[in-house]
């Protein structure tokens, strides 16, 4: 069984800025992909950011350079860097990865969902 756990979520002001963490637990063999993803109230869930193993990276639309992300396979984690925050930005924010684990019967790749982290940005 695989488990993500989030953290880093909060309220902050228009302007600043926040990291969102999110770690990995589970009999993981390797990680392909790692991302974040979020939804608004009312919106459909949309991609912040991705990085595959490797390195390359994929961001949302409206990220326009103030957000990063970042993994150490070491540890399993993935991170998120917020800048420049914006009342639009609000949302609850999902840990997702893309991962080959071990089961009862095997290994198996499969797609894996953080609980979410909300982040609310006051104007």
């Known amino acids: 069984q695989v488990r993500l756990v989030e953290s880093g979520g909060g309220l902050v002001q228009a302007g600043r800025s926040l990291r969102l963490f999110c770690e990995a637990f589970?009999?993981?063999?390797?990680?392909?992909?790692m991302g974040w993803y979020r939804q608004a109230p009312g919106k459909e869930r949309e991609l912040v950011a991705s990085?595959?193993?490797?390195?390359?990276?994929k961001y949302g639309d409206f990220v326009r350079g103030r957000i990063a992300i970042s993994r150490d396979d070491a540890k399993n984690t993935v991170e998120l860097q917020l800048d420049r925050l914006r009342p639009e930005d609000t949302a609850v924010y999902y840990c997702n990865i893309e991962a080959t684990a071990l089961q009862a019967t095997g290994s198996l790749r499969s797609e894996y969902w953080g609980q979410g982290t909300q982040v609310t940005v006051s104007s």
């Open positions: 990085i595959i193993s490797g390195g390359h990276t």
């Open positions: 589970g009999s993981i063999i390797n990680i392909n992909s």
